[in-house]
Antibody, heavy 122, light 107 residues
C-alpha cells in the first residue's frame, strides 16, 4: 500500500542540526511532490516547504530559509529534511506528506508519514 | 502570505448534533482549500479537498462548502469518533498555510 515511513525520534542540543528521513513505498516515487509540515507540542500545523523528487527542486517557507534543506535519494525512494541551528522553539513533530495529484505541487495531502519527534534541549 | 482565521477555536457538542466550523482567508483562493481531522498522537487525515470534495472513505456526514474567502466544514450528525481537532488549509499559493485549529469536544 502507499505509505511514507519516517525515521525515529531525535534529541538534539541547541545549535546542532537534525536530518529526518521519509521513505516512500507503494507508488512511483518521482511522480509526486513531498511536503514537510511541523507541529510544536499543543500547537497547530506549520508548512515548511516542498521538494520535487524528480528534479530535486525545492521551495521553502521564508521562516525557514537558510536553515532548512530538503533533498532526495531516488535510489532508495527517500526524501530528507535537514534543519540546522536548532533552538528550543524547533521542538516539534515533523511530518512528510504527499499530495493527492500526480506531478502537482498544489493539492491537498492525502498521505502522511507517522511523524518524527525532534526535541531540542540542552 | 495568505492568512487564515478559523473559528471557533473550541467547540462543545454532543453526539447527534450538527456542527459547523468556519475558515476565512485574507484573500481569495478559489476552491483550493482542504479540511483535516487530527486525533492526539496521530498525523492529520484528509477529509475534504477542493473545498467540497469528500475524500474517499470519509463518511458522508462530513461536508464542505464555500469559495473565494469563506469556507465551512459541517458535520451533520456527530459520532463519538468525530471528537478531534480540525484544521483548514489553503494550497492556492506558497507558503501553504493552516488555520489555527478547532478542538471539538464532547459536551
Amino acid at each position: 500500500q502507499v505509505q511514507l515511513v519516517q525515521s525515529g525520534a531525535e534529541v538534539k542540543k541547541p545549535g546542532a542540526s537534525v536530518k529526518v528521513s521519509c521513505k516512500a513505498s507503494g507508488y512511483t516515487f518521482t511522480s509526486y511532490y513531498i511536503h514537510w509540515v511541523r507541529q510544536a507540542p499543543g500547537q497547530g500545523l506549520e508548512w515548511m516547504g516542498i521538494i520535487n523528487p524528480s528534479a530535486g527542486s525545492t521551495s521553502y517557507a521564508q521562516k525557514f530559509q537558510g536553515r532548512v534543506t530538503m533533498t532526495r535519494d531516488t535510489s532508495t525512494s527517500t526524501v530528507y529534511m535537514e534543519l540546522s541551528s536548532l533552538r528550543s522553539e524547533d521542538t516539534a513533530v515533523y511530518y512528510c506528506a504527499r499530495p493527492i495529484t500526480v506531478n502537482s505541487p498544489g493539492d491537498a495531502f492525502d498521505i502522511w508519514g507517522q511523524g518524527t519527534m525532534v526535541t531540542v534541549s540542552s | 502570505a495568505i492568512w487564515m482565521t478559523q473559528s471557533p477555536s473550541l467547540l462543545s457538542a454532543s453526539t447527534g448534533d450538527r456542527v459547523t466550523i468556519s475558515c476565512r482567508m485574507s484573500q481569495g483562493i478559489s476552491s483550493y482549500l482542504a479540511w483535516y481531522q487530527q486525533k492526539p498522537g496521530k498525523a492529520p487525515e484528509l477529509l475534504i479537498y477542493a473545498a467540497s470534495t469528500l475524500q474517499s472513505g470519509v463518511p458522508s456526514r462530513f461536508s464542505g462548502s464555500g469559495s473565494g474567502t469563506d469556507f465551512t466544514l459541517t458535520i451533520s450528525c456527530l459520532q463519538s469518533e468525530d471528537f478531534a481537532t480540525y484544521y483548514c488549509q489553503q494550497y492556492y499559493s506558497f507558503p501553504y498555510t493552516f488555520g489555527q485549529g478547532t478542538k471539538l469536544e464532547n459536551k
